[in-house]
C-alpha cells in the first residue's frame, strides 16, 4: 500500500510540476489583501504572460520569458531575506519581486516547463564569472538534444546565447532533479562528487513539492 501511495503522490507532482506556479482568482485576491497590489498586479501579469507565451514558437519562448522575467529587481539575499544564501521558491519570487541570481534561475526552470519544454533538457548551472571577483553564479540553460549546444538563460544577459558564446562564464557544474553532471568535451556527464548545494538543493525541492499542492492549475 506504501509504494501505491507514494506512486500516487509522485504522479500528482508530477503532473502540477506543468502548470507550477498558478494562482486562482480566489488566491490572487489572498494575494493582494495580504500582500499589497504590487505583488497582486505581478502574479497576475505573470499568468497572462505565461498563457501568451504558450501561442509563440518554442524558440520565442526561450528568449521572451528569459526577457520577461529578468525584468524582476535583482537583490542579494543578505539583503532580501537577511540570510546569505535563500532559495527562494517560485512563489516567494513573484510575490517579493526581487531576488537573487539562483531565484531567477528556477523561476525560469518551472515556466518553461508550463511551456512545454521537458525537465530533463533543462539543467541549472554553478558558474564562475571571468571577473575580478571571480563570483560564483547561478543560470539555467537548455539542452535541446544531445548535439546541440547549450543554451544560457542568465539575469545578467537579456540575450540567450550558447555557452560556449558566453566567453565571461565558466561552468563548474550542473544540476537537475534527475542529478548532478560535469562537462567534458561538450558533453554533460553524470557528476558523483558532494557539492555545495545538495543539501539547500534538496531542501528547496521539498518546499517546491509543498507547494505544488496549492499552487498547481487543476486541469
Not at 37 to 62: C, G, M, S
Given at each position: 500500500m506504501r509504494i501505491v501511495f507514494l506512486l500516487h503522490v509522485y504522479v500528482l507532482l508530477l503532473f502540477a510540476q506543468k502548470c507550477y506556479p498558478y494562482f486562482s482568482l480566489e488566491q490572487q485576491q489572498n494575494i493582494k489583501d495580504?500582500?499589497?497590489?504590487?505583488?497582486?498586479?505581478?502574479?497576475?501579469?505573470?499568468?497572462?504572460?505565461?498563457?501568451?507565451?504558450?501561442?509563440?514558437?518554442?524558440?520565442?519562448?526561450?528568449?521572451?520569458?528569459?526577457?520577461?522575467?529578468?525584468?524582476?529587481?535583482?537583490?542579494?539575499?543578505?539583503?532580501?531575506?537577511?540570510?546569505?544564501?535563500?532559495?527562494?521558491?517560485?512563489?516567494?519570487?513573484?510575490?517579493?519581486?526581487?531576488?537573487?541570481?539562483?531565484?531567477?534561475?528556477f523561476l525560469k526552470y518551472y515556466s518553461l516547463i508550463q511551456l512545454g519544454f521537458a525537465p530533463k533538457q533543462l539543467y541549472f548551472a554553478i558558474v564562475k564569472e571571468k571577473s575580478e571577483k571571480k563570483n560564483l553564479h547561478m543560470v539555467l540553460c537548455y539542452l535541446q538534444d544531445k548535439n546541440a549546444p547549450l543554451l544560457v538563460l542568465d539575469n545578467l544577459s537579456f540575450k540567450v546565447l550558447s555557452l560556449n558564446k558566453r566567453y565571461d562564464l565558466k561552468p563548474l557544474y550542473f544540476f537537475n532533479p534527475q542529478g548532478y553532471y560535469k562537462l567534458k568535451k561538450n558533453k554533460l556527464i553524470e557528476y558523483h562528487q558532494k557539492t555545495d548545494t545538495q543539501k539547500i538543493y534538496s531542501d528547496f525541492l521539498k518546499k517546491v513539492n509543498t507547494e505544488m499542492t496549492k499552487y498547481s492549475c487543476k486541469r
Open positions: 495580504k500582500y499589497g497590489k504590487f505583488a497582486y498586479n505581478r502574479v497576475v501579469d505573470y499568468q497572462k504572460t505565461i498563457a501568451a507565451l504558450a501561442k509563440k514558437p518554442q524558440q520565442k519562448r526561450l528568449v521572451f520569458l528569459n526577457r520577461y522575467i529578468n525584468q524582476f529587481l535583482s537583490q542579494y539575499d543578505s539583503v532580501s531575506t537577511k540570510y546569505d544564501d535563500y532559495w527562494s521558491t517560485p512563489v516567494e519570487f513573484l510575490l517579493t519581486g526581487r531576488g537573487d541570481c539562483e531565484d531567477y534561475a
